[in-house]
């Protein structure tokens, strides 16, 4: 109890150099410039969160039966959990669009994008182990692929979402060829440098990608030929089922078809893990050496989960372009690489539904929370909730953040680790 | 079978392996000894294609009659062309996965070619299913004779010590190899651990298949090999049978350190 008192103590004394300077001071616009103002209650609250927060932390390690629960947590293997949760989150996610709110079905399509960033991300850091800073390059080379098909030669979104994976895959062998001789912490230097070329170059080649202005008027899909328009005529979805039109028939399209593409990612990825080329992935992650003894062609390998991976990365892009008909290069930052990559670790890296449901809490959840506190702020009339909910953007890293640590510390092989084998005698 | 001509490997003024010349014939199994630092296993990374040599020339000659220069050939060749397998002296094994899918592994580039370019496979079509039951059936004939069977399904590294030896082994020879490199396969094996792998080794030798073997543990060396080649400072000192080498004065100047200074 004593040592738990003195480490709280001197947490609290940390937090109060850091936030004292950091949230206690404050510069505000005052009459003749700036003016520097105190925030002393602010930086105290935080100063006594840290505190409490770190004995409740000791007091909840310390407790008896330590031990026991230690060795029961090593063991679970979530079987159950996949055999259960992974049917009901389908069921959940085909049965959403009944709600028939385009609010949850936007926000549907979103979370179910990120799932297929995540579930293509896993092929290349999950599977293989090769540390991938840059998917958002895939992503965006998917996305202007379509765009400026679409806009040059007129192409649909059906022809577009191949030609769309398969130039991703392109770039992905194309990046890998050189850098895959890398390993670990140089590999992810290279790729963040990737992704981050691939954006320079969309901004300024301005002939070709229109620079920062981005792209507008991107065709949106069809249903076998049929538009989604608000004429209802001829050649429209409305018109040939004789049904009126409504947008939210395009937005329950849009979300069923990202539900579709994100389920194939899974499909494929969960066959190509059984398969020779899958089983070779996850051995060059347990040890390359051992590998290149067996006769694996270990640059070849790499490069095919790095192709795979990508053109997954390309066909959401494809999605992403089609559902924003708009894109501009602001929309594929390392933020975005981040996030995916956050989403992957925090689901635990190789497993299937770790990642759908760590997408479901960083994406949603965040989403759902926001949602929460605004309308809390305006039934209470409370400026506090209104104000956060307005914030909440603004800590979104710092949330990510926070729960990567927590997650480090409570479960550091992510949400749902353990994995099956691919095969059993 | 595999002829070594004038190997040798120098890392930046270090020689470490000079001008060496030796032959291990087929269906024998050759035992390279010396002491620490001699520079055995820079032979056996040399011949496994881990190290491309300064100079000279590795032969191999398959019973078939095809030949192969592995001083030439990519890493990962060697093993699947030249059919060279090998272990490590720290065992490197797929530690997070089962003891199966690690035989499945080395199955890799025949499990392969009949997945046809991933399509057959991804659709489930019989004739992929054909060569996976095949891979299978494979590595369960390993594991029995490894005495591993009831285990298959257990990740590697839970196995103890001994049985990741012989696991190592057994997923070395799933890729069919003419020659097995085995490097100090008795390591931290106690004495009847160390039985039971000579008789491994030497049930594999019946099969056929040649071995060459570095190895600080002379109860196996004596006893398996039918032809030793003593290293010292990256030279040979001796080659012969084991009764040979045993007597051989040079052999034993080098091992017990004796006439370093008026050679």
Redesign the interface.
Known sequence: MRAALRDAFLSAAIALGLFAPLVGLVLDNGDQGLVLRGRPIAAAVLVAMVFFGRLGMHLWADRPGKEARAVKRGLVVPTGANRFLAPALLAFAVLLPLTGSRYYVDLGTLVLTYVMLGWGLNIVVGLAGLLDLGYVAFYAVGAYSYALLAETFGLGFWTCLPLAGILAAFWGVLLGFPVLRLRGDYLAIVTLAFGEIIRVVLINWVAVTHGPNGITDIPRPTLFGLRFSMDGGEGTVAGFFDIEPETIQRVVFLYYLILALALLTNWVTIRLRRMPLGRAWEALREDEIACRSLGIDVTNTKLTAFAIGAMFGGFAGAFFATRQAFISPESFTFIESATVLAIVVLGGLGSQLGVALAALVMVGGLEMLRDLLSTLGEQMGSELFSGLAGDLPTYRMLIFGLALVVMMVLRPRGLVSGRTPTAVL | MLAVSNLTMRFGGLTAVDKLSFEARAGEVTAVIGPNGAGKTTVFNCV???YRPSSGGIALTHPGGARFALEKMP???????AKV??T?QNI???????V??NL??????R??AA?GF?VV??L?LGSYRAA?RAG?EK??HW?ERIGL?DR??DVASALPYGAQRRLEIA??M??DPVMLCLDEPAAGLNPRESEALNQLLLSIRADGCSLLLIEHDMGVVMRISDHIVVLDHGRKISDGTPEQVRADPAVIAAYLGEGDDDE
């Not at chain 2, 490197?92 to 089962?98: C, D």
């Not at chain 2, 499945?104 to 580039?109: E, I, Y």
């Open positions: 496994t294609g881990f890493g990962h060749r060697i093993a699947s062309r397998a090998r490590f490197r094994l797929f530690a997070g996965m089962t199966l899918e499945l592994v080395a199955q890799h580039n499990l392969m997945t991933g496979a991804l489930g996976e299978v590595a369960r594991l069977i298959a399904n997923r070395a799933c890729i």
